[in-house]
């Protein structure tokens, strides 16, 4: 029933299963879900709480509820619950990777690292977890896995998942100790090997971006009322690996803050509101009731009802730049801009899950980034100063001069401890989760000139869709 998009259904059923259970069973952790997916996280937390209780089950129990408890934000009692699926369990090797993931959300880096060595000595085939293990920490001359990696890459059997996750750890790790071109012909291989398992067309992104621009070709007429307090929210919208983390981190610093981190409330509350009819989806969704999007958002953001300025951080919703404008007119917009060559690297270099198919092809990146960048254009006329774009470089540069500056903007008292964000405890689950436990610094500014001469397709097709990139380029 849940897998068919019925939880309402399915809720009676998974309450049934469990009404009797003197252990933790896993359909603890469904029925858990199921109350998530129906807006109940309230009666989640009951249902967590009464399972952990219970007499010991199996490890999936535990394991299925330290998922749910991620999505809740119980991300303590997560590791905890996460570190008794691998005790109960210890030769299955996904607990402890699970567990690693957990570990290094909460800048626990060094058991993170314990957690993965686990993992691979459970399975040595499991390759995440050595792609998670080389993005830890930076490694050194003394203290590093290149040997081990290149062994397994060298093996016969070593199939596209190998190809792909061990090459990317090892290009990683080569970079790390700045044998450039090493890094660079691993990084490669493993582009190539995950492109090759995508059926992806870019095309059909670029004429996406130009609808979305033609839906909304000036600043939108309708608004909703004031039902909702829309001043609350601030969005950071920039492609992934721009710095969208860093100043979420800086954000999160100063009182009052919190952050949902990398979620969908947003496209999920302006898609319910979404009107049937003719028309295509971009044009339906723009008609959209502004004031049921808003109060959508709203339920999905913020069920408590805080007081605390809310940040929504989704790389991706700079597609919903209009829409955002439309129904929660007051909130603060953050479009983060780094160089393009810097900007597209960094995503060509990161194993992305299912997102962001364009950055693994170099021809890929250069039109997907070019349509990126005619739609920020297109936002930053319709918005005007609706739109606070944050430079990546100017902020590492100069983090307490920008930071004061973003927190005016978006109505914040400024304190200069936000920029030591390796005092952040907050939890972080994205790609950059290790990176940000550390303390700011620019080194990544200019990066790809140590890869110049491999990055020249790249720089060739940004400049043949109009891209602007740097003079030495």
């Known amino acids: 029933m849940l897998r068919a998009g019925r939880p309402a259904d399915a809720l009676p059923l998974a309450e049934q299963a469990v009404a009797d259970a003197a252990v933790c069973l896993p359909t603890h952790a469904l029925l858990a879900t199921i109350l998530v997916r129906l807006g109940r996280p309230g009666e ?47 030769q299955t090797t996904r607990f402890w990777y699970n567990l690693a993931c957990c570990d290094r959300s909460l800048g626990r880096l060094s058991e993170a690292e314990t957690a993965c060595d686990r993992s691979i000595a459970v399975d040595a085939t499991h390759y995440p977890s050595y792609l998670l293990r080389s993005e830890l920490r930076v490694q050194t001359p003394d203290f590093n896995h ?23 750890a090892l290009g990683k790790e080569l970079d790390d100790l700045e044998r450039f071109d090493e890094a660079f012909h691993w990084f490669a291989s493993a582009a190539l090997a995950r492109r090759s398992r995508l059926a992806y067309d870019v ?48 954000l999160t610093g100063l009182p009052g803050v919190c952050s949902n981190g990398e979620t969908d409330n947003f496209s999920r509350a302006l898609l319910t509101a979404t009107p049937a009819g003719e028309g295509d989806v971009f ?5 959209a009731d502004p ?36 129904a929660l007119p007051k909130a603060k917009i953050l479009a983060v801009r780094r160089d393009p060559l810097d900007s597209c690297f960094a995503m060509y270099r990161t194993l ?52 004061s500056a973003i927190a005016g903007h978006c109505e914040l008292a400024w304190s200069a401890e936000a920029i030591n964000i390796q005092n952040n405890k907050s939890v972080s689950l994205t790609a950059s989760a290790a990176q940000v436990r550390r303390p700011i610094y620019g080194t990544s500014s200019g990066r790809w000139r140590h890869y110049h001469r491999h990055l020249r397709p790249l720089i060739a097709g940004l400049r043949q869709y109009g891209v602007s990139v740097p003079a030495d380029a």
Not at 61 to 72: F, I, K, N, Q, R
Not at 214 to 235: C, N, V
Request: no cysteine.
């Open 44 to 90: 989640a937390e009951a249902v967590i709480s009464r399972a952990v209780e219970l007499g010991t089950g199996v490890a999936d129990a535990y394991d299925g509820l330290a998922y749910v408890s991620m999505a809740l934000g119980q991300h303590e009692r997560a590791s905890a619950l996460y570190r008794r699926a691998a005790a109960l369990a210890p």
């Open 203 to 250: 095309s059909v992104d670029e004429q996406k971006m130009r609808r979305i621009a033609e839906t909304y070709p000036r600043l939108p007429s309708r608004h909703a009322r004031d039902a909702t307090d829309s001043s609350k929210y601030i969005f950071i919208v920039g492609l992934p690996r721009s710095g969208t983390t860093l100043l979420e981190r800086i």
């Open 352 to 403: 992305f899950g299912e997102a962001y198919p364009f950055s693994y092809d170099f021809n890929d990146l250069a039109r997907y980034y070019a349509a990126y960048d005619r739609l920020m254009g297109h936002w930053r006329v319709v918005l005007g100063g609706g739109l606070h774009e944050v430079v990546y470089e100017d902020l590492v540069r100069e983090p307490d001069r920008e930071g």
């Open 283 to 287: 044009a339906r969704a723009a008609a």
């Open 146 to 168: 290149v040997a081990e990696l290149q062994a397994r890459l060298a093996r016969q059997d070593a199939d596209n998942r190998a190809q792909m996750f061990l090459g990317y």
């Open 291 to 326: 004031d049921a999007v808003a109060a959508n958002y709203a339920r999905r953001a913020d069920p408590l009802s805080s007081n605390d300025k809310i940040i929504e951080k989704l790389p991706l919703n700079y597609l919903y730049v209009g829409a955002i404008r439309q």
